[in-house]
């Protein structure tokens, strides 16, 4: 059973950037499956903010495109956000999650645990 | 974007009751609907994917049906255990998008 486990800092400031890393166990990342970043702002619902492919192709949300990007490292079985510029909006648990294509997406099935994010200064 | 929406927000109901969720997605997503449930501080959980499929060791008391637009979960025999928040999930184009969730709890 693939898991997935993210890293990064808990607090960035206002501006700033804000790195997360998922890692990869139990299974690899170069399967035929989309890698995927969803968020969740306290209290509230699930964002999805983008995925990768083992390629390296991505796909992100529009309303976050600007400031998104998702990177891969097959070697480490790790794949990465990155988000600029960020506000108090951007506070949120941040999942990374495999979603599953057999042969056609189906779903996440796989979750990190999940990331609490804090923008403040 | 497909937008997702649910209904009811949140409902109250007694162990063994039946419960009906329902999903409508703004346009047509043939089959390519999941649903999840999540508990307070926890992850999501796949229930069913592909609009009526069990994922593995999810009990078969739940259900899913529907095609296209509408969608419905269907939890027979209300459980202590499947209190939580339950969402709808299209992956049928990005961005995928969630629906806004429906929370279940006990009366």
């Known amino acids: 059973q693939v898991q997935l486990q993210e890293s990064g800092p808990g607090l960035v400031k206002p501006s700033g950037t804000l790195s997360l890393t998922c890692t990869v166990s139990?299974?690899?990342?170069?399967?035929?499956?989309?890698w995927s970043w969803v968020r969740q702002p306290p209290g509230k619902g699930l964002e999805w903010i983008g995925e990768i492919y083992r390629s390296g192709g991505t796909n992100y949300a529009p309303s976050l495109k600007s400031r998104v990007t998702i990177s891969v490292d097959v070697s480490k079985n790790q794949f990465s956000l990155r988000l600029t510029s960020v506000t108090a909006a951007d506070t949120a648990v941040y999942y990374c999650a495999r979603l599953a294509v057999i042969p056609a997406a189906i779903g996440f099935d796989s979750w990190g645990q999940g990331t609490l994010v804090t923008v403040s200064s | 974007d497909i937008q997702m929406t649910q209904s009811p927000s949140s409902l109250s109901a007694s162990v063994g009751d039946r419960v009906t969720i329902t999903c409508r997605a703004s346009q047509t997503i043939g089959k390519y609907l999941s649903w999840y449930q999540q508990k307070p501080g926890k992850a999501p959980n796949l229930l069913i994917y592909?609009?009526?499929t069990l994922q593995s060791e999810v009990p078969s008391r739940f259900s899913g049906s529907g095609s296209g637009t509408d969608f419905t979960l269907t939890i027979n025999s209300l459980r202590p255990e499947d209190f939580g928040t339950y969402f709808c999930q299209q992956s049928y184009s990005t961005p995928r998008t969630f629906g806004p969730g429906t929370k279940v709890d006990f009366k």
């Open positions: 139990g299974g690899s990342i170069s399967t035929s499956n989309w």
């Open positions: 592909a609009a009526s």
